[in-house]
């Protein structure tokens, strides 16, 4: 069964700060995906990525396959960042592609 | 832009009660998904479907059954609901890919709690 861990489970961050939330995942999982849940439940897909690093505005994800293991960055960070950042592993099977997701990490930004 | 919608907010129900939940997508896309989320567990699939007609089961299938009779539409039901059912249910679309790495659309979620 495909598995993925994140941490920290919550994080609180001033203003301006620097962000690093982190995920590892089991072997099966083709690619990570990075998700966005605000208060009141819509969530928002922001990253997908099977190597290397990708980039869009101040969040940054990056993936290391060898060691099986991404990071979420959050540069400069700001209140309307707080939400839930959720990672994803994808697989194919079963006729589908599939997500198995980490339990979340509760950023809140403080002014 | 993807829109993914379900019919619902917020619903409060009676132990018992059969329940529908329905969930449209507009981007003609093959794979529709219900997941619930619970504090602590995250999101864990219920069902998916990847074409009309077609359903598998997720991690937890028990209680609930889906029904996709067009690709649009994909509903969730709660044969008899449970208080332990009480949760935030979440539909989710995606486009079947060849690269086997589809984003998923999410919609914005039905609160559902059973009394």
């Known amino acids: 069964k495909n598995e993925v861990e994140q941490s920290p489970q919550n994080l609180t961050a001033q203003e301006g700060e620097f962000i690093t939330i982190n995920c590892s995942y089991s072997v099966g999982i083709s690619a990570l995906h990075w998700l966005q849940q605000h208060p009141g439940g819509g969530i928002v897909s922001l990253f997908m990525?099977?190597?290397g690093k990708k980039k869009h505005g101040r969040l940054i994800a990056t993936i290391n396959i060898q060691e099986k293991h991404s990071s979420l960055h959050i540069t400069a960070s700001h209140p309307r960042d707080s939400a839930v950042y959720i990672c994803a592993g994808g697989n194919s099977g079963a006729g589908s592609y599939q997500l198995t997701f980490g339990k979340g990490t509760k950023l809140s930004v403080i002014p | 832009d993807v829109k993914v919608t379900q019919s619902s907010r917020y619903l409060v129900k009676r132990t018992g009660e059969k329940v529908f939940l329905e969930c449209v997508q507009d981007?003609?896309?093959?794979?529709m998904f219900w997941y619930r989320q619970d504090p602590g567990l995250g999101l864990r699939l219920i069902y998916f479907?990847?074409?009309?007609?077609?359903?598998e089961k997720g991690d937890i299938p028990e209680g609930y059954s889906v029904s996709r009779e067009k690709k649009e539409r994909f509903s969730l039901i709660l044969e008899s609901a449970s208080t332990n059912q009480t949760s935030m249910y979440l539909c989710?679309?995606?486009?079947?890919?060849?690269?086997?790495?589809?984003?998923?659309?999410f919609g914005p979620g039905t609160r559902l709690t059973v009394l």
């Open positions: 479907s990847y074409d009309v007609k077609m359903k």
């Open positions: 990525l099977s190597s």
């Open positions: 989710a679309s995606s486009l079947w890919g060849t690269s086997g790495t589809d984003t998923q659309y």
């Open positions: 981007m003609d896309h093959e794979n």
